[in-house]
């Protein structure tokens, strides 16, 4: 067992419970993965969605979900980045 200089019984005893919590979740989270693995896959995209983003000559473009895919490829992989939003920014954010 690690422990930390001078620590209290009171300090070892919390690090304890807090250990066994710890535990208890990455349980609970990898009973959660083996469920999401398990379902059955989801129905067909009913129609072709439009989005707003940037066309080849970086103008404000629409374009439509099936326009994202490389021809002959039925996957698309989606890397977003999320960075903070300016502080005077008074636009609603999207959830």
């Known amino acids: 067992m690690i422990t930390f200089p001078?620590?209290?019984a009171e300090y070892r005893a919390a690090r304890e419970t807090l250990l066994q919590k710890e535990?208890?979740?990455?349980?609970a989270m990898e009973d959660v993965a083996v469920a999401r693995r398990a379902l059955p896959?989801?129905?067909?995209?009913?129609q072709d969605y439009v989005f707003d983003g940037l066309g080849p000559d970086d103008k404000p473009a629409r374009i439509k979900l099936s326009e994202l895919f490389s021809p002959g490829k039925d996957t698309l992989i989606v890397y977003s980045m999320m960075f903070p939003r300016?502080?005077?920014e008074t636009r609603d954010v999207a959830t």
């Open 6 to 8: 001078n620590e209290s």
């Open 23 to 27: 535990i208890e979740l990455r349980r």
């Open 41 to 46: 896959p989801g129905g067909l995209v009913p």
């Open 86 to 88: 300016h502080p005077q």
